[in-house]
């Protein structure tokens, strides 16, 4: 079936919280193009340079959605023709990393603060109980790694590339992407010669290296895909969806035991049983 992947506009099932949030968004924009499904385009300028309010937006956006019982998917991508993001916006982080503070510890502090805030703001992706579906298209850069290694399902199109540029400003990268990424490919070697190197990674290798699940000719047929997969998973079942996601994230901190005993437990608990009465 063919899916319109334009963004159309917000239909009336969305919480308050949401449709206010929508009208004040700066770096999102939101959308339904299907029923139960919301759809997350970053929108900052020609290269989406990732800055504080965008931080801000996406935390408050995932965290609402996670509680919204008629959003049961979520297709997050980018909203501008260049790319999913450049990352950060360097300028603005420069200006951030400025202080009047004298004392190094005070400095340390603030600065710590700010990091933890932005990790919030990717934490808030891999929190939400929604299958979480990233299109990627164009250039994804820095921080756009951090942020779709938080996601669920990847696909990009043909002209995607992708690079952990941190090592090239004088940084480690700190707000996901060491520690999720190894774990989405389970190849050390490889995320270690990139984030080492910053070099670009194409579409072809992510593919290779289980990066993404599919790589699409154009963005409007990656688009199309997205659709038919968010499709899909509407009709499943809400618990057996969110409770497989939160298992298989829960999980990977868990040895094989322990995960078998979590999820008897958790079974136990979701399992719908006809009353006998």
């Known amino acids: 079936m063919a899916l319109d992947w334009k963004y159309r506009r917000m239909r009336p099932f969305f919480s308050r919280e949401i449709s206010r949030r929508r ?8 959308s339904t193009p299907l029923k139960h499904v919301l759809q997350v385009d ?25 509680h919204n019982d008629e959003i049961k998917c979520i297709i997050l991508g980018g909203g501008t ?10 300028k603005e982080f420069q200006e951030l990393s400025v202080s009047k503070e004298t004392s190094n510890g005070k400095e340390a502090q603030r600065f710590l603060k700010l990091i933890r805030q932005w990790q919030s703001a990717i934490t808030a992706l891999e929190e939400c109980e929604k299958p979480i579906l990233c299109a990627i298209h164009g250039v994804c850069i820095g921080g756009g790694i951090d942020l779709i290694a938080a996601t669920d399902i990847r696909y990009c199109s043909a002209d995607a590339s992708f690079s952990i540029k941190e090592i090239d ?29 910053g070099r670009f990674c194409s579409a072809q290798e992510a593919l290779k290296e289980g990066l993404v699940s599919g790589i699409y000719s154009t963005r409007q047929e990656l688009m199309s895909k997205m659709l ?16 497989t996601k939160h298992l298989l994230n829960r999980s990977r901190d868990l040895t094989i035991q322990e995960g078998l005993n979590y999820v008897q437990v958790w079974n136990a608990c979701m399992i719908p049983r006809k009353s006998k009465l």
Not at 23 to 30: A, E, F, G, P
Not at 42 to 64: A, C, P
């Open 42 to 66: 970053i929108q900052i300028g020609k290269w989406n340079t990732l800055n504080q309010t965008f931080f801000e937006e996406l935390y408050h956006v995932f965290s609402d959605a996670k």
């Open 169 to 197: 400003i004088g940084i480690a990268a700190d707000l996901g992407t060491l520690q999720r990424l190894p774990r989405i490919v389970g190849n050390q070697s490889f995320v270690k010669e990139l984030a080492f190197t």
């Open 228 to 243: 038919e997969l968010a499709e899909c998973l509407v009709k499943k079942s809400d618990i057996a969806l969110q409770g």
């Open 23 to 30: 009208c004040s968004m700066k770096t999102l924009n939101l």
């Open 81 to 90: 023709a260049n790319g999913f993001t450049a990352g950060l916006d360097l």
